[in-house]
């Protein structure tokens, strides 16, 4: 009996005979192969997290198949749902964990959930003094980062921790506030980092002594002090460069690859900054921002290729760079009048499919508008009016809408005309909403699972239906469903 692998036959190893070098190269071979199997199905294993902001990519585009378009008689099944504490960001998922990031009362929380039941495992928290300027709650605006045994942490109040994702201990801290003098801003901290190798990169946003006695809300004459962005050690939290005197905004990072060589975006304060993210070298600034004192550059840039498109609401709308090593060329920006503008996402981020961008447009509810543009030229392709504010979330040929009062639109990728597929209100079984407004985070989905949240609960749909589906807590939960707009 012998093992053929190619054209080369190996004596079977199980068999007391033959050459002991043989035997031995048999075994090496054996051993190599298994250990290729071991990681080809540990990928697999966590092919189906969504362990950051926006998703593995950054894009917020899922690659499963098989989702649930028949979304009426209770065809979108609640596995479960829970109440949430202050804040604003959706969770992360990783290894059949959920990761929460909310406020109770003076204490910031981690919580650990079991994905396919909600129950608690574990909670890290600690203490916090946020208050909002603008009357806003005061919980994290970020979502945690999950990088294989460790979850990050980014506070509104700037304080960046790293916590063990098996028992939430933690690992280092750092009030990035304090350390680099930052000024708070309209919302608090509300960046998402990014992870590129051995580094974690933040938005932090410094200044110098002197704005710290300015006062309170005086954002316009806060002035930088190279701490725009940091990068550190994502194991022992030290500072491995410190670039540019943007000030934070509430962009989030994105990576990307262009033409064989990493890159990093920070939509900032004022500028759009394109750096080499191992090393920090700045590339670019490319000045983006409403001439509005109170506005926010809010939209994570969009990356197709060596291009990226970056949008805002309050002023002038939406650009599109071919950018190089050193400096970038504008391919199109939107004109001065707002009527002409391609699209204006506020909290919100655009999805790029197939040659197109597909988005929520406008500042407020009143003005909203789904819309899907042409990548290349800016040309809008179709606008539907009538609906709420809402992220998208790319799936199966489809995108999943959630609107921030709590419908859930499922909507056909089609750059032809809006093709409306589904849409739902969640509701419990007193009939009251189970998303309430403010629904500003963007939907996420994880082995077939979609997690949602609003003002003070996150929900958990089974959207790729799944023999092994279990339903965990507040199973009997229904949604009412209707096949009209919400008004």
């Known amino acids: 009996m012998r093992l053929i692998v190619g054209r080369k036959r190996f004596p079977n190893p199980w068999l007391p005979i033959g050459d002991i070098t043989a035997r031995w190269t048999t075994w090496l071979l054996l051993a190599t192969v298994l250990l290729a199997q071991m990681a080809c199905l540990?990928?697999?294993?966590?092919?189906?997290?969504?362990?950051?902001?926006?998703?593995?990519?950054?894009?917020?585009?899922?690659?499963?198949?098989?989702?649930?378009?028949?979304?009426?008689?209770?065809?979108?099944?609640?596995?479960?749902?829970?109440p949430l504490g202050e804040s604003y960001g959706i969770g992360a998922v990783s290894q059949q964990r959920y990761y929460q990031f909310d406020r109770r009362g003076d204490r910031a929380q981690l919580l650990c959930l079991d994905a396919l039941t909600g129950d608690l495992l574990w909670k890290f928290e600690y203490p916090?003094?946020?208050?909002?300027?603008?009357?806003?709650?005061?919980?994290?605006?970020?979502?945690?980062?999950?990088?294989?045994?460790?979850?990050?942490?980014?506070?509104?109040?700037?304080?960046?921790?790293?916590v063990r994702t098996t028992d939430g201990r933690v690992l280092w801290k750092i009030d990035t506030a304090e350390r680099f003098g930052v000024v708070q801003n309209f919302f608090g901290v509300g960046?998402?980092?990014?992870?590129?190798?051995?580094?974690?990169?933040?938005?932090?946003?410094?200044?110098?002594?002197?704005?710290?006695?300015?006062?309170?809300?005086?954002?316009?004459?806060?002035?930088?002090?190279?701490?725009?962005?940091?990068?550190?050690?994502?194991?022992?939290?030290?500072?491995?460069?410190?670039?540019?005197?943007?000030?934070?905004?509430?962009?989030?990072?994105?990576?990307?690859?262009?033409?064989g060589r990493r890159w990093c975006f920070a939509f900032a304060r004022e500028s759009l900054v394109g750096f080499e993210p191992s090393t920090g070298k700045v590339d670019f600034h490319y000045p983006w921002r409403s001439s509005l004192r109170e506005s926010v550059n809010a939209s994570v840039p969009v990356v197709v290729n060596d291009q990226v498109f970056i949008s805002e609401a309050y002023g002038p709308g939406s650009s599109l760079l071919q950018v190089r090593p050193g400096g970038y060329q504008v391919i199109w920006s939107d004109p001065p009048r707002s009527r002409q503008r391609a699209i204006q996402t506020h909290w919100n981020t655009a999805v790029f499919h197939e040659g197109f961008l597909y988005g929520s447009s406008g500042r407020h509810t009143n003005q909203a508008q789904l819309r899907c543009i042409d990548w290349k030229t800016g040309e809008i392709q179709w606008s539907e009016p009538g609906w709420t504010l809402g992220s998208l979330l790319y799936v199966d040929g489809h995108f999943v809408h959630l609107g921030e009062y709590g419908e859930l639109l499922l909507l056909k990728a089609n750059p032809e005309r809006f093709?409306?597929?589904?849409?739902?209100?969640?509701?419990d079984q007193d009939g009251q909403p189970l998303l309430r407004y403010p629904c500003?985070?963007?939907?996420?989905?994880?082995?077939?699972?979609?997690?949602?949240?609003?003002?003070?609960?996150?929900?958990?749909?089974?959207?790729?239906?799944?023999q092994d589906a279990s339903p965990g807590t507040d199973k009997s939960e229904s949604i009412f469903s209707r096949d009209r707009r919400p008004r």
């Open 42 to 82: 540990q990928s697999l294993a966590v092919a189906g997290d969504w362990p950051r902001f926006l998703g593995p990519t950054g894009d917020s585009k899922s690659v499963e198949t098989g989702i649930r378009t028949d979304w009426s008689n209770g065809g979108l099944p609640v596995l479960w749902s829970r």
């Open 128 to 162: 916090t003094d946020y208050e909002d300027m603008y009357g806003y709650n005061g919980g994290p605006r970020c979502s945690p980062l999950i990088d294989e045994d460790r979850a990050y942490l980014f506070g509104a109040e700037g304080m960046l921790h790293c």
């Open 191 to 259: 960046s998402n980092p990014v992870i590129e190798g051995r580094l974690l990169i933040v938005m932090v946003g410094g200044s110098p002594p002197q704005s710290q006695t300015l006062p309170r809300g005086a954002l316009d004459r806060v002035v930088g002090d190279n701490s725009g962005i940091v990068a550190f050690d994502k194991m022992t939290g030290q500072v491995v460069y410190r670039i540019t005197d943007e000030l934070a905004s509430y962009a989030s990072l994105k990576l990307a690859t262009i033409d």
């Open 419 to 427: 093709e409306q597929v589904a849409v739902v209100r969640p509701v």
């Open 440 to 466: 500003w985070a963007a939907p996420i989905l994880a082995d077939g699972r979609l997690y949602v949240r609003g003002r003070d609960r996150v929900v958990c749909f089974q959207l790729v239906p799944q």
